[in-house]
């Protein structure tokens, strides 16, 4: 009766017979437990009909060997830095850690197809590629088209000048949405040391000219709870983006504020085109559809509600 009870938990929870993985430690060594390539083919994809370039790659959590294949026309050496990338080695992190898809054994990672590679440099800076995830229990696929970019940071900079708080934003061209957007200073993260917090303050000076100091920055989405991973994913249905939300508060004179509104910043060889806005905190929820924006003044309202900010941090806005 005890075995018969067990086997009707089991089919409700929807698990597979197999015992569930164990997630791996974070991070783990992804060049070994991970990814161990085995017959890598490597056929000409110029047109003469050869097979396109693919390999198979052991993912625990799988059923078996993974096929990794290019999508027709993709050359060679994008498809290897493609497999060889961070943020492919990443993404095949996350499907084991304690909510990743192939952690309870009902899901199953069968097959990848790689779809497009754009390099920043010598690194993949993004990636495109579709994974065949399948549901055992109804053998239907899960949608699986994944557009990574890897982690980011945002800062909410919040200035203080004669009793008022004003949030300094950049306007931008985003050619994704054909639009010019106010947001919050923001970018990638272009190593694989995982610093949220340098970055941010080199994302600033960069796109507003404002130095900060390291010790100033607070990590808003670290008072998250641990089960979350404590990043914030703006599009996690069709991009692997995480990003941490840093807040930053400081006090200046009416100049300085002057002098901000309106400045041209950002790197013009890498193509951007900034416009510091600066904007009265009480007003900034409804001036931007930023995204990162909102989440921030959510993330920080609801900290000094209940109380998770030092005082320093709590001026009357």
Known sequence: MAAAASARAQCLLGLRRRAPLQPLPFPSPITRAVIRRRGV?????????????????????????VLVVAAPGL??????????????????????????????????????????????????????????VVDEETNTKVPGIVFARGPAVAVLILLESKGQTYAVLTEQVRVPVGKFILELPAGMLDDEKGDFV????????????????????????????????????????????????????????????????????????????????????????????????????????MAKRDGLLPPSLLPNL
Not at 89 to 97: A, D, G, I, P, V
Not at 117 to 128: C, E, H, N, P, S
Request: glycine residues 10%; hydrophobic residues 35%.
């Open 75 to 132: 050359p060679e050496e994008d498809f290897r830095n493609a497999v060889d990338s961070t943020l492919f080695k990443q993404w095949l992190r996350n499907l084991q850690t304690e909510k990743g898809v192939l952690t309870y054994g009902r899901l199953n990672l069968t097959r990848i197809l790689i779809q497009g590679v754009d390099m920043f440099g010598k690194r993949v800076g993004f990636l495109k590629f579709k994974a065949d």
């Open 198 to 301: 340098g970055t941010a303050v080199r994302e600033v000076e960069e796109e507003t000219g404002i130095k900060l100091n390291l010790e100033d920055m607070v990590d808003l989405t670290a008072l998250l709870d641990p089960s979350t991973g404590r990043r914030m994913f703006p599009s996690p249905g069709g991009c692997d983006e995480e990003m941490g939300l840093f807040l930053y508060r400081g006090r200046v004179d009416e100049e300085t504020i002057r002098e901000l509104q309106g400045k041209e910043t950002g790197l013009r060889d890498h193509g951007e085109l900034i416009k510091l806005r600066v904007v009265p905190y009480n007003q900034l929820w409804r001036s931007t559809s930023d995204g990162k924006a909102l989440c921030a003044i959510a993330l920080y309202e």
């Open 41 to 65: 083919r490597m056929a000409s994809s110029d047109g003469s009909g050869a097979a396109p370039p693919s390999t198979t790659i052991e993912v625990p959590g799988a059923a078996g060997p």
